[in-house]
């Protein structure tokens, strides 16, 4: 493990680029090398593997390779694509910006289920009725890109959109019989996720969320428990974890500081929290993965 953080930049043939696309075995050839590491970049990841096999590590959780699945990773998260022999698929990589300049709102992104910065990630399986779709719409991205028409990116835009939009009809993240709590659920655990993303290092309390959201603790602990199979006290702190994990291998700050960073003010209680959650030291995670 070298801790450097590979491609942070999203560039194609050496160049700054906003949107690339590119068949899933190319990739893994030119990126072999670098993808030896587990690595993070500040743009959004969709890998689908068409046919082939192997692992895939996203935040430290395993997922095996499958023929016609997908992976959505979003920025920041630590993944490591580990292909046996040579895949086949589509890599598709874009950036924030890309989707503001092609009118595609941030809203859309954070609306859909398919990223979840913090959460397991698991492939969307593709079935028979999905692949014609969804290859339509990734070979007409993929003619696009490497065309020199007008407006070529406006029809990438909105052939991502499209795919995205039929991913996310076929995601079963929230099954529910009931339409209306179903709703209710999704906005809450949306509303959440958010504040945790935007908190998790000023509040470790469900109360703290709970006031925020005007919905007492047990209801909230609920609402989350039935959505995603833990708590919401769970969920605070496996961000908590995963945040200690990601900055042990990129950056420089040592335990204590980590600890300070994420709103411990005392060091033996940041490191008595890190273990009795995951059975072992941040500095024995951090050995191990070298």
């Not at 043939?13 to 990126?31: Q, S, Y």
């Not at 992976?71 to 950036?95: E, K, R, W």
Request: aromatic share 12%; hydrophobic share 35%; charged share 20%.
């Amino acid at each position: 493990m070298t801790g450097e953080i590979y491609n942070a930049d999203l560039t194609y043939k050496g160049n700054p680029a906003a949107f690339v696309i590119l068949d899933l075995g190319e990739m893994t050839r030119d990126l072999t090398a670098a993808a030896e590491d587990p690595h993070r970049h500040n743009y959004y990841t969709v890998i689908w593997t068409i046919s082939g096999a192997g692992k895939h590590i996203i935040d430290f959780r395993e997922y095996p390779v499958m023929a016609n699945h997908i992976f959505f990773v979003s920025p920041n998260q630590v993944h490591q694509l580990i292909p046996d022999n040579h895949p086949s698929g589509y890599a598709i990589l874009f950036t924030c910006d890309f989707l503001e300049k092609y009118s595609i709102r941030e809203d859309f992104i954070s609306n859909i289920r398919l990223f979840r910065s913090s959460d397991e990630n698991p492939p969307l399986p593709v079935t028979e009725k999905m692949h014609a779709k969804l290859k339509l719409f990734a070979d007409c991205m993929l003619e696009a890109f490497h065309s020199l028409t007008d407006m070529r990116f406006e029809t990438i835009g909105a052939y991502l959109k499209l795919l995205l939009i039929e991913c996310n009809n076929s995601c079963s993240l929230y099954p529910e019989s009931n339409p209306q709590s179903a709703e209710v659920g999704r906005s809450l655990v949306k509303i959440f996720k958010e504040l945790v993303e935007k908190n998790f290092n000023v509040w470790h309390q469900v109360q703290d969320y709970a006031w925020e959201m005007n919905v007492t603790p047990g209801y909230l602990n609920e609402v989350i428990r039935t959505a995603i199979g833990q708590s919401a006290k769970e969920y605070i702190q496996n961000r908590l974890v995963l945040e200690a994990r990601r900055m042990s291998l990129f950056t420089n700050q040592s335990i204590k500081e980590i600890g300070y960073t994420l709103g411990f003010d005392d060091p033996s209680h940041f490191s008595k929290f890190y273990k009795s959650y995951t059975g072992k030291s941040l500095q024995e995670f951090k050995m191990s993965d070298r």
